[in-house]
């Protein structure tokens, strides 16, 4: 067994243990039928020995830099400082030449990177413009990199033709390859998790390596030195086309990547706590028009061969509303007229997590759904005195949370993700257009504040005008299957009450009919005027 590995019956029973305590928390203690929970999330402990025993053969490969490591621990030190593994304070000086802020992570780093060929090519010489892929397994350069708390997370793409011994593929483009390492899983309902069919010529590097395809995407998860990895590539599992990735092609993508995986950093810190699923508390004062139906609750026959909706009383972050005045709609933007009331900009609010998509949607029944909520900004008001000036293009988008942002400069979705000791979650919007998101640099590596304006609600699904003013706003949490849709509805229903400073009235169908008069606005202590609103120019 190599350094760090682990069973397949082990994993295999700390996954089953993880559920059914889950499943018990939630049996044990019933909520009441307007209560809200938070998430419970178990942290992994890192075996920094083992991760150093890997380095340490992996090293000893170049014997040319192999003594320049120190890997003997320094005792005169506290166990947690750096200093106390000279080696991992060695490596992530060379890694953070190309992965910034790798030191960061608390969890072992596998990247495809052999720091000590670059390491040893640099003592012969080797020229300044030598491509990184060369020491990459002919991965370009990192596109988007980032360590934190709760773990780290990487994108390297592959060129068509690119890596020798490679198959020849249909699919034109460049095939994107994810990687995350995390010390906190999620602990979610989750039927189909820890599924998949073992990789023979790679059960000696991981013996518990599971591959499957999951939500669009090939995954390869597996356990190193007691953290939880997942490898993924976006695909479809269909046929090649030159502008449509197939699983199979990215087969051998994705397993020279994990054949090519090494230590490239991180370092020893104090292990995180695991996380208790808590009732949240809730604002004291009611609103007088805020309603929302239950989560789902879906339209009648709107969900996958007219299956229902998926109840999670889940809010899995405590998060600032995305939109940046109320009041706002969560609305079905495809099926409205199927509705009592087809008008998307009135309460009571309503699910539409699990409405019939061609998205991979585990969570729902069926396997397929919406991924996350359509939410509509109030119409205009007729201008009048004393009013202030409204312009439906220009109704603002802010980030839920201090985070990361994950985006290439081609993509028309923006996601935001948060890396702390308490959370490994990501949030993602869509519909905003592509290139005033450039424009205003929403793109990979970016940090952004909760409340800070990213954008504007607008139109933009393929081309401008592709869909309804309207802002879609999904999460995914990570588990040991990887990262996973979850229903943002009662995370969104929890915002909401925040922002208004008022708990909002849960009503069933048998009362819902008549659409709720809206009057609250923002307190006025809450509204932050931004002053680049109205600045963008562009036209969806």
């Given at each position: 067994?190599?350094?760090?590995?682990?069973?397949?019956?082990?994993?295999?029973?700390?996954?089953?243990?993880?559920?059914?305590?889950?499943?018990?928390?939630?049996?044990?203690?019933?909520?009441?039928?307007?209560?809200?929970?938070?998430?419970?999330?178990?942290?992994?402990?890192?075996?920094?020995?083992?991760?150093?025993?890997?380095?340490?053969?992996?090293?000893?490969?170049?014997?040319?830099?192999?003594?320049?490591?120190?890997?003997?621990?320094?005792?005169?030190?506290?166990?947690?400082?750096?200093?106390?593994?000279?080696?991992?304070?060695?490596?992530?000086?060379?890694?953070?030449?190309?992965?910034?802020?790798?030191?960061?992570?608390?969890?072992?780093?596998?990247?495809?990177?052999?720091?000590?060929?670059?390491?040893?090519?640099?003592?012969?010489?080797?020229?300044a413009t030598t491509a990184l892929s060369r020491y990459q397994a002919d991965f370009n350069p990192v596109d988007m990199f980032d360590a934190g708390p709760?773990?780290?997370?990487?994108?390297?793409?592959f060129e068509p033709g690119a890596g020798e011994g490679m198959p020849s593929r249909v699919f034109a483009r460049p095939v994107e390859v994810q990687i995350?390492?995390?010390?906190?899983?999620?602990?979610?309902?989750?039927?189909?998790?820890?599924?998949?069919?073992?990789?023979?010529?790679?059960?000696?590097?991981?013996?518990?390596?599971?591959?499957?395809?999951?939500?669009?995407?090939?995954?390869?998860?597996?356990?190193?030195?007691?953290?939880?990895?997942?490898?993924?590539?976006?695909?479809?599992?269909?046929?090649?086309?030159?502008?449509?990735?197939?699983?199979?092609?990215?087969?051998?993508?994705?397993?020279?990547?994990?054949k090519a995986l090494r230590v490239a950093g991180g370092q020893r810190m104090r292990p995180l706590m695991d996380v208790a699923s808590n009732i949240l508390?809730?604002?004291?004062?009611?609103?007088?028009?805020?309603?929302?139906?239950?989560?789902?609750?879906?339209?009648?026959?709107?969900?996958?061969?007219?299956?229902?909706?998926?109840?999670?009383?889940?809010?899995?972050?405590?998060?600032?509303?995305?939109?940046?005045?109320?009041?706002?709609?969560?609305?079905?933007?495809?099926?409205?007229?199927?509705?009592?009331?087809?008008?998307?900009?009135?309460?009571?609010?309503?699910?539409?997590?699990?409405?019939?998509?061609?998205?991979?949607?585990?969570?729902?029944?069926?396997?397929?759904?919406?991924?996350?909520?359509?939410?509509?900004?109030?119409?205009?008001?007729?201008?009048?005195?004393?009013?202030?000036?409204?312009?439906?293009?220009?109704?603002?988008?802010?980030?839920?949370?201090?985070?990361?942002?994950?985006?290439?400069?081609?993509?028309?979705?923006?996601?935001?993700?948060?890396?702390?000791?308490?959370?490994?979650?990501?949030?993602?919007?869509?519909?905003?257009?592509?290139?005033?998101?450039?424009?205003?640099?929403?793109?990979?590596?970016?940090?952004?504040?909760?409340?800070?304006?990213?954008?504007?609600?607008?139109?933009?699904?393929?081309?401008?005008?592709?869909?309804?003013?309207?802002?879609?706003?999904?999460?995914?949490?990570?588990?040991?299957?990887?990262?996973?849709?979850?229903?943002?509805?009662?995370?969104?229903?929890?915002?909401?009450?925040?922002?208004?400073?008022?708990?909002?009235?849960?009503?069933?169908?048998?009362?819902?009919?008549?659409?709720?008069?809206?009057?609250?606005?923002?307190?006025?202590?809450?509204?932050?005027?931004?002053?680049?609103?109205?600045?963008?120019?562009?036209?969806?």
């Amino acid at each position: 067994m190599p350094p760090g590995g682990e069973t397949v019956v082990g994993n295999g029973f700390r996954f089953v243990s993880q559920l059914l305590a889950s499943l018990s928390l939630l049996i044990a203690t019933p909520l009441a039928a307007d209560e809200f929970r938070s998430p419970s999330l178990t942290a992994l402990r890192v075996d920094w020995r083992a991760a150093l025993d890997q380095l340490r053969s992996e090293i000893t490969t170049r014997p040319r830099v192999a003594d320049d490591f120190i890997f003997a621990p320094r005792r005169s030190v506290p166990r947690f400082d750096p200093r106390a593994m000279p080696a991992l304070v060695q490596l992530n000086a060379i890694s953070s030449q190309f992965f910034t802020g790798i030191a960061r992570s608390p969890v072992p780093v596998l990247l495809p990177f052999d720091a000590a060929a670059y390491l040893e090519a640099q003592r012969n010489g080797a020229p300044a413009t030598t491509a990184l892929s060369r020491y990459q397994a002919d991965f370009n350069p990192v596109d988007m990199f980032d360590a934190g708390p709760a773990g780290y997370s990487a994108t390297f793409s592959f060129e068509p033709g690119a890596g020798e011994g490679m198959p020849s593929r249909v699919f034109a483009r460049p095939v994107e390859v994810q990687i995350t390492g995390s010390a906190l899983v999620y602990d979610i309902a989750d039927p189909s998790g820890g599924k998949g069919e073992l990789i023979k010529p790679l059960t000696t590097l991981y013996p518990d390596l599971r591959r499957f395809i999951r939500e669009g995407y090939v995954r390869y998860a597996f356990t190193r030195f007691g953290v939880a990895y997942v490898v993924s590539v976006q695909c479809l599992d269909s046929v090649a086309k030159p502008r449509r990735l197939a699983c199979k092609e990215a087969y051998p993508v994705a397993e020279r990547f994990l054949k090519a995986l090494r230590v490239a950093g991180g370092q020893r810190m104090r292990p995180l706590m695991d996380v208790a699923s808590n009732i949240l508390d809730r604002p004291a004062a009611r609103s007088p028009d805020f309603s929302y139906r239950p989560s789902g609750d879906i339209i009648p026959n709107t969900g996958y061969r007219k299956q229902g909706g998926h109840p999670d009383v889940m809010a899995y972050a405590q998060i600032r509303f995305p939109l940046e005045k109320t009041p706002a709609f969560v609305r079905s933007q495809s099926y409205s007229k199927r509705d009592k009331s087809d008008d998307p900009t009135v309460y009571p609010w309503r699910d539409n997590f699990c409405e019939s998509r061609s998205f991979e949607v585990w969570q729902c029944a069926g396997g397929y759904g919406h991924q996350g909520e359509d939410i509509r900004a109030a119409d205009c008001p007729p201008p009048g005195e004393g009013r202030e000036p409204c312009d439906p293009k220009q109704r603002g988008v802010v980030a839920v949370r201090d985070a990361i942002v994950i985006r290439n400069a081609k993509d028309q979705a923006a996601t935001l993700q948060v890396n702390s000791r308490t959370e490994h979650i990501r949030f993602r919007y869509m519909h905003m257009n592509p290139q005033a998101m450039n424009a205003d640099g929403l793109v990979n590596g970016r940090i952004v504040s909760e409340g800070e304006k990213i954008g504007v609600v607008s139109n933009y699904l393929d081309h401008p005008a592709g869909t309804s003013m309207h802002l879609h706003f999904d999460v995914q949490v990570f588990t040991r299957d990887g990262w996973i849709w979850v229903s943002p509805y009662i995370t969104l229903v929890s915002a909401y009450e925040r922002l208004i400073r008022a708990r909002g009235r849960e009503v069933g169908p048998e009362i819902a009919g008549a659409p709720q008069p809206v009057a609250h606005t923002l307190p006025e202590d809450v509204i932050k005027p931004d002053l680049r609103e109205g600045s963008s120019g562009e036209e969806n």
